[in-house]
């Protein structure tokens, strides 16, 4: 009996207005029970209360390619083996469905284009034509790829994915000149549908539905070519179309059994992975598709990419990360720029690698490689923040100079080393990332030698902050624990390093300047630390409200996010609906930034009286973080050099100045919008309140 209480939960669930989060959390994988799965995969495509868009068919059927159209209908139910009377109907129903579909959308449809091999095994749930009608169309938006295509963007996406897990596979295949989309096009348009059994698909399904992950055919793909490498590795002398016919037909061999464990290696393969697989390529995926320059240029950064490229924002975050998930992606830092280019800047936790010694002196290099190999190998045994197995290289950011970088990666993949991936926008992403806070996030940084600096006309010379006692507390800067985690976690590395690591034109110099001082905050505005704060209201004190230049924050105050209280659950809310909740005023996208430098995706909503905060946590769902009441707003302050860095301040006057108790950090794209509107109402709040 014990063993079947998550049926009846789910069946509870069911009864009340349920989200795919939930659904994942009862069911972990199990396969569904018959009598459910209408209802299961209704929620977790989010259909469940979706109108009738069926009886707006005019049931009339005159597409340029309905003979076509019919004609597959039959033959793709023919195969199914139905009963004659069962087969008319379905064919009837098959048809209608597809017919509104290119009419609704626009759309025209082609043979072998895998729609209808994605709509055949809804019917096996018995649905009426409108609740079919809306899975498919569920489906298709959500999990088809844009660009299905032979030569697609997809493909070569999917070619990246391959190069990283396993580049001697993919070099093979590369060699036959076996590209990506020769193989696997029917396998991303119809979710493997086309190639597999239906109570396969149908097991399948159960779990992708759950996981609500667009990108798990990526992986699903990627598993099917992982198991299958020893055959495909005994063919590489075959002709190209014997190769062929065995990938293509690879996904026919799963049976029902396999398909947990298939499921379960691609989610691990995706931790795996780094994260900005799916944010770069989210957009030009599964976003709205168009024709635009700027579209097509997307389009060619990502068929010329010479490997898997990773975010500035996922490198920091990883570096900063002091206890990572097992198994997770940990990054290995190899900045390639020349030595002049390191020694005016870099990161503590990077390797360097001078890419012109490939050129100009090859022995040297062959050398600094494999003190790199060492180095990685020793900071992964010390568990180092500085240490993982996965290279990430960085150039400059200037593509001139970057040929030599794209070089050098370009021979540790010819050695078919894993998990090689390129940092996008190179060390100028990371310089430009930091802002503000350089002095603290790189070593040895001269604003005289910096060429990004010069770039950006920044004066040759600064203002030496005043150093304050030994007994002052420092400043908690946006980056403060991110440069501590990052330095702290190196120094244990370099000391074993310093012998291997080739650096021929090092000064030696190191910056090290403290970057305590700098403190000198108006006596008008004083921070409460957490300790101190007691949370009562303050009655009859009319918040002060500004908007000004922030240089720098010295508030020392804990961060949001703090273990939860025991018995203190979560609040979380579906993005959709909560978006149409009546008061809320206007939502604003943004990223919530801690003063552990992580930021987050969140949403910025505005009602008459709270600033409320939503973190995303994906398939549609958000939590909700905090609730701040306009009235507690005191002062709103933009950076100087980053304008869309917005950070929100809470108090109460205290005399002739200001007692801040609390404090928000967002990088928001519409801050001037965002910021007027906030200010407005704040207005209004202390206007009703006279």
Known sequence: MEENMWIIELESALLDDCNVNDIYSICQGKPLPEALRPDVWQVCLDVRHKSDQMSLFNEIYDLPFQ??????????????????????????DLESIMTFYCK?????????????????????????????????????D??????????GNVFHVFRLLLLYHDPELCTVLDTKKITPDLYSLTWFQSLFASCSSLSVIIAMWDLYFQNADPFMVFFLALIILINGREQIMALKTAPKEEILKFLINMPCALEVDDVPDFCSLAQYYALKTPTSFKTDYLKALYGKQNDTPRSQEESNKVSQALCLPVSVYELVENSATEFPVQDSVR???????PAEQYNAGHLSTAFHLDCNLMLQEPVAFATAVQGLLTAQKQAIEVNSN???????????????????????????????????????????????????????????????????????????????????????????????KFSAAMKSKSAEVKGRLLDIIVNPSSNGASSGASNNGAQSMAAQERHVSAKER????????????????????TYDGADRDVPQAAGETKEIVNLNQYFK??????????????????????????????????????????????????????????????????????????????????????????????????????????????
């Open 67 to 92: 003979s076509q159209l019919r004609e597959d209908c039959k033959r793709y139910v023919e195969r199914m083996g139905n009963d004659e009377e069962d087969k008319v109907s379905v064919v009837s």
């Open 104 to 140: 609704n959308r626009n759309l025209q449809y082609e043979a072998e284009n895998g729609w209808i091999e994605l709509l055949l095994p809804l019917f096996a749930l018995k649905l009426n034509r409108s609740d079919t009608f809306n899975l498919f169309e569920s489906i298709r």
């Open 142 to 151: 959500t999990y088809i790829p844009k660009g299905c295509k032979p030569k």
């Open 331 to 337: 990054f290995f830092l190899v900045d390639c720029r």
């Open 386 to 480: 500085a240490g993982g197995e996965h290279l990430c290289f960085m150039g400059s950011g200037r593509v001139e100079e970057d040929q030599y970088t794209h070089m050098v990666v370009a021979s540790f993949l010819q050695k078919n080393t894993h998990y090689v991936s390129l940092l996008t926008g190179g060390y100028t992403s990371i310089h430009d990332y930091f802002g503000d806070h350089m002095a603290d996030c790189l070593e040895d940084h001269s604003v005289n030698k910096c060429l990004v600096c010069q770039q950006h006309n920044v004066k040759q010379s600064k203002p030496v902050p005043l150093k304050m006692p030994a007994t002052t507390p420092s400043s908690s800067d946006l980056f403060s």
């Open 534 to 553: 007691n949370g009562k209201r303050y009655r009859n004190v009319a918040p002060v409200f500004s908007i000004d230049d922030e240089n720098e924050d």
């Open 581 to 690: 909740t009546a008061d809320i005023i206007n939502a604003f996208k943004c990223q919530d930034v801690h003063m552990n430098g992580y930021m987050y995706d969140s949403h910025l909503i505005i009602t008459p009286t709270q600033l409320v905060v939503l973190r995303e946590l994906g398939g549609g769902q958000a939590q909700i973080m905090v609730r701040r009441p306009l009235a507690s707003i005191v002062k709103i302050t933009a950076k100087k050099r980053h304008r869309n860095l917005i950070t929100f301040k809470y108090g109460f006057p205290d005399g002739d100045g200001l007692l801040i108790t609390d404090m928000d950090r967002f990088l928001i794209p519409n801050a001037t919008e965002a910021t007027a509107l906030v200010s407005k109402h704040i207005v209004q709040v202390l206007d009703n309140a006279k």
